[in-house]
Nanobody, 121 residues
């Protein structure tokens, strides 16, 4: 059984920083792309940042220069360092990853439960 668990959310003032973590546990033979999404109240879920198994990254235009995604393969953990936070960054942040539970090479899609980020003005 594979689990993704996010942590690190909270309440922060505008201009502040937070670091989110997404830890994979269980049968995680191989982890491919990991993506952070967020969903604000009344809005659709949107991609925030993504990182490949090789370390290539991609960011939404709205967070470029402020957020940094990274991964620690030894810990099966992906981080999202968020700086210069704005009220519009408020939302529930979800981690999504493509994980192969075994050496079969078949990847499945997994989601975490989400972590709330609230940025006050």
């Amino acid at each position: 059984q594979v689990q993704l668990v996010e942590s690190g959310g909270g309440l922060v003032q505008a201009g502040g920083s937070l670091r989110l973590s997404c830890a994979a546990s269980g049968n995680t033979f191989s982890i491919n792309v990991t993506v952070w999404y967020r969903q604000a109240p009344g809005k659709q879920r949107e991609l925030v940042a993504a990182i490949s198994s090789g370390g290539s990254t991609n960011y939404a235009d709205s967070v470029k220069g402020r957020f940094t995604i990274s991964r620690d393969n030894a810990k099966n953990t992906v981080y999202l360092q968020m700086t210069s936070l704005k009220p519009e960054d408020t939302g529930v942040y979800y981690c999504n990853a493509e994980i192969a539970p075994s050496s079969s090479g078949y990847y499945e899609d997994y989601w975490g439960q989400g972590t709330q980020v609230t940025v006050s003005s």
